[in-house]
């Protein structure tokens, strides 16, 4: 009869508490999160409400309802050492300590770990401390990408022709990055199509979850701004529409190698998520990046589907035992599309832009599963925060009904929201589909 500790309060994080409340046996869960999520609060016993770096808070919140382990949704208490406090007072916890979150937190130690330990996946890259040898480096590569090396809330990687468009501007931002961050990274610039790999992992045993593709672009058509993700979508049959057989596999492969690595770098066995970022290229397979964590939308997609006892599954991670524990996963679609107010990602000159508040009503959303991320419950209703607001999952036996599912809830919740309309459709997917064809054969 576990009590377990919840850390977050976003959509990612009201997806795990459902996986935590459908557990089979007794548990009561507890959650600690920066800003309330209705969602979250209506499956807990207790909430409490503090920043991810109060660490005494947390301690004191675990210490007070005798948690028996804790479970971490967002990187940020990660990077800010939640683990590491919780377990100064013996409470394991699911996710990484503030040194293996590295692979996250610290694009560089990642990459040099691969190169290391002669990992598959790294694309060309180079790491500067300063911007001396950038300008010669980026005259090598046909088109770069600039990433700080640290946290940047998804939004600090830079693309050549999408952020900037010439090597002088990548040069004046990698000088920008330096002022802030110890060290900044160029790689080549890749082309091909974009999915996350979530892997559970005891650092030992690694299990894949089914492959999802997110979708950033704030508008139809994969258009406008980057956000933090406007959806996702998963296949019945664990693959991904463009994948060939095996390319799945093959991140696992790379996944499991790099928790090997970790170990042997290390000493220390990184239990908890490893959700990798990959491209397919015309020359295979290659590694964006990684998460230490699940993915916000991606957990949508692939919680619901879990077929085991998501209690169980956080046990046997904690012990080290994940190789005893058959994990599957329903053979069923997901589309998740996210409500966001209408100003969402939208540039300061648009007329729209100032359209991030307001009240929503929810209709009948039919078998449609929401979960919150950033809204405000009052005493008269719901209202939208300034960010993301709903994830909206449709789960079918295809892609198409799960995507008619996801459709229909989003036009049962009214007021001054937005959503992407193309997300999970024939259309858009197969546009995916024509691109990476064309990839193959260049």
Not at 41 to 58: P, T
Not at 132 to 161: H, N
Not at 173 to 178: A, D, I, Q, R, T
Not at 249 to 254: H, N, P, S, V
């Amino acid at each position: 009869m576990p009590n377990v500790l919840l850390i977050g309060n976003g959509a990612r994080e009201h997806a795990m508490a459902e996986a935590i409340a459908r557990s089979k046996g007794k548990r009561s869960l507890y959650s600690y999160m920066r800003a309330n999520n209705p969602g979250i609060a209506a499956l807990s016993e207790q909430v409490f409400l503090g920043g991810y770096g109060d660490l005494d808070a947390i301690s004191d919140f675990a210490r007070k309802h005798r948690i028996d382990f804790a479970v971490v949704g967002p990187e940020d208490p990660l990077n800010l050492g939640a683990v590491d406090a919780l377990a100064r007072i013996g409470i394991p916890g699911v996710g990484p300590t503030k040194s293996l979150a590295r692979l996250e937190t610290s694009k560089a130690f990642t990459r040099n770990l691969l190169e290391k330990y002669g990992i598959p996946g790294n694309p060309r890259f180079r790491v500067f401390t300063s911007t001396e040898g950038i300008e010669d480096y980026m005259r090598e590569l046909d088109a770069v990408v600039v990433k700080p090396d640290g946290l940047t809330g998804g939004k600090g990687v830079m693309v050549e022709g999408d952020h900037f468009r010439t090597k002088k501007e990548a040069l004046a931002y990698c000088g920008e990055v330096l002022r802030s961050h110890p060290s900044v990274m160029v790689e080549e610039k890749l082309e091909g199509e974009e999915f996350s790999l979530q892997c559970i992992s005891d650092g030992k045993t690694v299990i894949a979850t089914p492959p999802v593709q997110d979708h950033k672009r704030r508008f139809a058509g994969d258009t406008g701004p980057n956000t933090g993700g406007m959806g996702s979508y998963s296949c019945e049959d664990h693959s991904l529409p463009f994948l060939r057989p095996g390319e799945a596999e093959e991140g696992l492969a790379i996944t499991s190698r790099v928790a090997r690595a970790i170990y042997e770098e290390t000493g220390a066995y990184y239990k908890g998520i490893m959700y990798a970022g990959f491209i397919v290229t015309r020359t295979g397979l290659r590694l964006l990046e990684y998460n230490a964590r699940f993915g916000d939308p991606e957990a949508m997609n692939i919680l619901p589907l879990l077929t085991g006892d998501f209690v169980e599954l956080c046990t046997h991670v904690i012990e080290g035992t994940l190789d005893r524990m058959p994990v599957s996963f329903e053979p069923k679609a997901t589309v998740c599309k996210y409500i966001v107010p209408r100003g969402y990602g939208l540039p300061k000159d648009h007329p729209d832009a100032g359209s991030t508040s307001g009240k929503i009503e929810i209709g009948k959303v039919g078998g449609a599963r929401l979960y919150y991320a950033s809204v405000d419950q009052r005493a008269d209703g719901l209202y939208l925060s300034t960010s993301r607001a709903i994830g909206v999952v449709g789960i079918a036996g295809n892609l198409r009904e799960a995507e008619e599912i996801a459709e229909k809830a989003v036009a049962a919740v009214r007021g001054p929201v937005d959503h992407r309309r193309d997300i999970g459709t024939k259309a858009l997917i197969q546009k995916r589909i024509d691109h990476m064809k064309k990839i193959r054969t260049q």
